[in-house]
């Protein structure tokens, strides 16, 4: 059973002690998550790499696409975030406080219960957890899944499919905002939007559940 490692991954320590602890590894460039064998998929988070994609949102595009994976297949997500808080860098410190971080890690358990989440303490913890995973799960014997990344095409029908959006308004609004986003943009936000009417965007914000 082979291991696949993104080859965006730049930890070698990572991958060293993979191979000293028996884990079959190849590399090569994945659509999805940053370790993937079987059905399991794993998107890897050193803290530093946690805050800074979670400002620019990447992160939460990151694990959409694993949602995505998981609702086609019979799949396993997860988030492995490693580092101590006092690891993390003045530059981010500057603009997001601890009570912030805390906050968002809140956000991702409530919102994307579906993959699990792991913090653990440094590099050396998350590759030894990892291994430890690999060696636990080859017994399950499930094929290996061609993890996808999520087209903007996706995003374009799940936005039609709410029948609140023409494929026009989808793909205008799909321009400036993720899916994650659309679902938590405010009135005042969407109405800003070339297109946009008031009336329509009260009853898909009704829709979606969100006063």
Known sequence: MVMFIDSREKNQKIIDILNENGVLTEIK??????????????ERKEI?????SISTNHLFDQLEDIIYNLSINEARGVLAMYGNLN???????????????????????SHYPKVDFFWLENEEAFATFLS????QSYT??????????KTKRDDVNCLIASKHFSVAQAKRIL????????FNLDLKDM?????????GVNKFIKFRGKK
């Open 175 to 182: 321009k400036e905002y993720s899916l994650r986003q659309i």
């Open 87 to 109: 690891d993390l860098e003045w530059r981010y410190l500057k603009f997001f406080s601890i009570p912030i971080f805390y906050k968002h890690v809140g956000e991702i358990l």
């Open 191 to 199: 109405v800003k939007i070339k297109g946009f009417g008031k009336i």
């Open 29 to 42: 460039e994945l659509p999805v998550a940053d370790y993937v064998w079987n059905d399991i998929a794993i």
């Open 140 to 149: 399950r014997k499930k094929p290996h899944l061609n993890f996808i990344k």
């Open 132 to 135: 430890a995973f690999y060696h």
């Open 48 to 52: 530093n790499d946690f805050v800074a």
